[in-house]
């Protein structure tokens, strides 16, 4: 069970991540940097293109907020049911927050990836 509740925790911190960026990347106050943002040379390349390329990323941002959220909500509704004694019910469930990740991991490659795109382009 405390594996589980890790893995719910995480997506929200992951949500939390996304929604950080994603506001930042709104207010502007997101600078060019080497430890935080999407680091690619395309993005690093100037200020313009980082600012490019952030905001094309914004939109799978709020994704992967919305996922991580509707992730874990929906892996909490589902925590009753891993009370269970049928060891088929406590292990499937681990698949609704692990599938969340899976998917928040992938709109964040996403993310970087139009990133990318758009800093090529200035």
């Known amino acids: ?64 907020v919305v996922v991580g959220l509707v992730g874990a909500g929906v892996s909490l509704a589902a925590l009753p049911f891993a009370l269970s004694d049928g060891e088929f019910v406590q292990w499937g469930l681990y698949a609704l927050p692990v599938v969340s990740f899976v998917i928040q991991i992938m709109m964040f490659i996403w993310s970087a990836q139009k990133a990318n795109a758009a800093a090529k382009t200035v």
């Open 1 to 64: 069970m405390f594996g589980y509740i890790n893995l719910v925790v995480g997506l929200v911190l992951f949500a939390g991540l996304g929604a950080f960026m994603a506001t930042a990347i709104r207010n502007n106050t997101l600078v060019r940097n080497e430890a935080l943002g999407i680091r690619t040379k395309a993005t690093l390349a100037s200020d313009a293109a980082w600012r490019a390329g952030h905001e094309a990323a914004r939109p799978y941002l709020h994704g992967v």
